[in-house]
Each structure stands twice: as structure tokens, then as C-alpha cells.
């Protein structure tokens, strides 16, 4: 059984496929929880057509949001799904509940046909097998309990961060299944997007990750 928890900041334009893409799973042993966290937006009220758990936090703070659901899941296998990223086959949830190792991730796709996202999404799958997460995080709220969390002091990177540390407990693996993500930061930054990441991951450089919707 899942908790799966989505953190959600004015993703009205997202999170239906989300949602849809859950709920054509053919395994249904799952709860859904959407952490709305300082939208104005119709997010909140879309999420709530689809799950009863929706919570609504006035802070806009993806950190906050993470684990404020982990501390809500009934379950003790937790998947945090981004917003903007759902499953590309119905037996995905069937695969991670049967691969899935202490904490796992998933391979992705790119919500655009576009050589160059493809290119990008193969480095990424690649990075992925050494410890990236790809829009999606599947962990045991009794690890993710142990390391406290997401560390607040870790954006962009806490996925990575929250990998990292799980890896020392319990292992790590790739599901191997796909999940799609919106590339729709890369249209946004272009080539720049390089430059940002380098910063961030090589020089430690706290640059700011300003929402693209």
C-alpha cells in the first residue's frame, strides 16, 4: 500500500493529468495526498474531485509541503510525485510496489517530442542510476522518518539530498518504469538551464529556482 503525496503550487494546468494518470493504475492499493502550498490559484479545489486529502498551507514552500504529507501517509511505503509528472503505463504503481528497494526513483520521459528533451532525458535516466530522483520519490516512511525528512536548507537538490541520505541506511534503486515530466522549465531557460545546474551542483551556489507556470 501507498501514500502518495503531491506537492502542489498553482499547478491547475498539471495536476488532472496527475491525478488521472493514479487513477488508471491497475493497482489500487493507495492513498492520495495534494499539498497545496500557497496557491490562488484552481488547484485546491481540482485536486478535491479526485481525494479527500487535500491540505492547504499558506506558505509557499515545497519543502514544508513534502513533509507535511509524510506526516499525514497511513501507509509505510510513501511515493512523492511531482505535480507536473504522472505515470506513462497503468501498471507503473504495479511495478514500484514489486522493485522498489529502501528508497527508489523512476526513469523518465519528456512531456515533448523534441530530440533535444530526449537527449536530456537520457543523460538524466543515466545520472538517476547513481542517486538522482526524476519527479518522483518512493521511500519507507520509517527511513524517511529516521533521516527527519526533506532538510528545509536543501532546495533545489532535496531529492537528491533525501536519496543520499536513505542510501545509508537502506539501498537504493531505479524502478524500471517510466514517469512523464512537463518540460516546461527547459523551454523556459533554454541552454542556460547548463549553466544554472553547474552552479548549484559543483560550486554549492544557492541560486534561486523561481517557479515556471
Known sequence: MFSIV???YNEEKYISLTLDSIKLQNFKDYEIIVVCNGCNDKTSNIAKKYTKNVIELKEKNVIK???KGA???RY???IFLDADTKFNKNNALSKISKQSKGISTCFFL???TSLKYYLFCLAKNIVSLFGAGNGIIICNKKDFTKVSGFDKNIFPLENRNIIKKIKKINKF???NTFVITSMRRHENWGFSGLFYWANVIFFNKKNKY???R
Open 210 to 212: 523561481d517557479p515556471i
Open 6 to 8: 503531491i506537492p502542489a
Open 173 to 175: 534503486n531505479v524502478v
Open 76 to 78: 509505510d511505503k510513501i
Open 65 to 67: 509541503a513534502k513533509n
Open 71 to 73: 506526516s499525514l501517509a
Open 110 to 112: 519528456p512531456d515533448k
